[in-house]
């Protein structure tokens, strides 16, 4: 996986297979998406009209405040740590701003992201905050795309193999089964593990646009992306087990929020507003009583969602107050 690859037509003349694949696509996108939406959205109604949602506030109010203190202190890690991805890109790009105001993008970026959608937090912004520190277009496209990468490849060695061990059952209305599952668990921590294959081994890895020189990262620096990104996941999942009061094993727990992550992405609402709880309602409801559930839920929205998202705003604040165009600062 490159972070950035070659134009399309390029490949595509390359490739028979990618020629294909790019013809699909917008059909895919066009039909798929809208499908999927149907499909998420009916497990929503299906299950939503039957939560105690009075119960759900009132488990969410019970909770101890040490209980709470330890989630959020798990949240603030995991966002911590999500800082360090765009640090993996200063690396590898060499570009001169501080660490500390790389880190600050960063963490401010994702913040939003989780609130608004990766467009507008993930992309958008974190490029704006960029620019105006003085970075080129080029090297802005391969720190946010070394930071995406870096989170979904975790992602796909974490999920791949809790989906490849079995110990998520899909509801029955996602009309997959649970072979199927574990089959894409495996395609999934392949595709990571090819990463790090294709930094170490892959020739002709470099590519020049507009002037600028992009490859690959190091097989090393590849390595440090997976390990960051999967602990970074861990302590999401460890912050809902913790709100769950450990009723559900952690591998459960942390396999739940990793479908509830992707399906959140999928769907085009802001902060996954009730696709998480569907998620959550669909594969854990026989297992934790409602209220229960959806109270953790939702002290989980509270903490890892909406308190980021004010220090956030502070962040961004301060990031566009005092962004210089000079990004030759100290490091």
């Not at 739940?256 to 992405?265: H, N």
């Not at 953790?296 to 990031?319: D, T």
Request: hydrophobic share 55%.
């Amino acid at each position: 996986m490159a972070v950035i690859m070659p134009s399309s037509a390029a490949r595509a003349s390359a490739n028979p297979f990618f020629a294909f694949a790019s013809s699909l696509w917008p059909h895919v996108r066009r039909w798929g998406v809208p499908v999927f939406g149907i499909v998420v959205l009916g497990l929503l109604a299906s299950h939503a009209h039957k939560v105690d949602w009075a119960g759900a506030w009132q488990a969410l109010w019970r909770y101890s405040p040490l209980v709470l203190l330890a989630a959020l202190g798990l949240a603030t890690i995991s966002h911590a740590l999500y800082g360090c991805f765009d640090l993996i890109g200063r690396h590898h790009t060499k570009h001169k701003l501080p660490r500390l105001q790389t880190w600050a993008i960063a963490v401010t970026s994702y913040a939003f992201n989780l609130n608004l959608g990766s467009l507008v937090g993930g992309v958008a912004l974190r490029a704006r905050l960029y620019a105006r520190a003085g970075l080129d277009e080029a090297t802005i496209a391969q720190i946010v795309g070394i930071s995406l990468a870096t989170n979904w490849l975790g992602y796909g060695l974490v999920a791949g193999s809790l989906f490849a061990a079995g110990l998520i059952a899909p509801p029955s209305q996602a009309h997959i089964g649970a072979t199927a599952l574990r089959v894409l668990g495996v395609c999934m921590v392949l595709l990571a593990l090819g990463y790090v294959v294709a930094c170490a081994f892959a020739r002709g890895r470099t590519w020049r646009v507009r002037g600028k020189k992009l490859q690959l990262p190091s097989a090393r620096l590849a390595v440090v992306q997976l390990v960051l990104s999967a602990t970074n996941w861990a302590l999401m999942g460890a912050a809902m087990y913790l709100l769950l009061g450990q009723q559900v094993p952690y591998g459960i727990t942390l396999g739940v929020l990793m479908a509830a992550s992707i399906i959140g992405v999928i769907m085009p609402i802001p902060g996954g507003l009730g696709v998480i709880e569907a998620v959550y309602l669909a594969l854990l409801s026989g297992s934790v009583k409602q209220s229960t559930l959806m109270g953790a839920v939702l002290a989980y929205r509270a903490l890892y969602y909406f308190l980021p998202l004010m220090w956030g705003l502070v962040l961004y604040g301060l990031l566009e107050k005092f962004s210089g165009s000079d990004p030759s600062g100290s490091e």
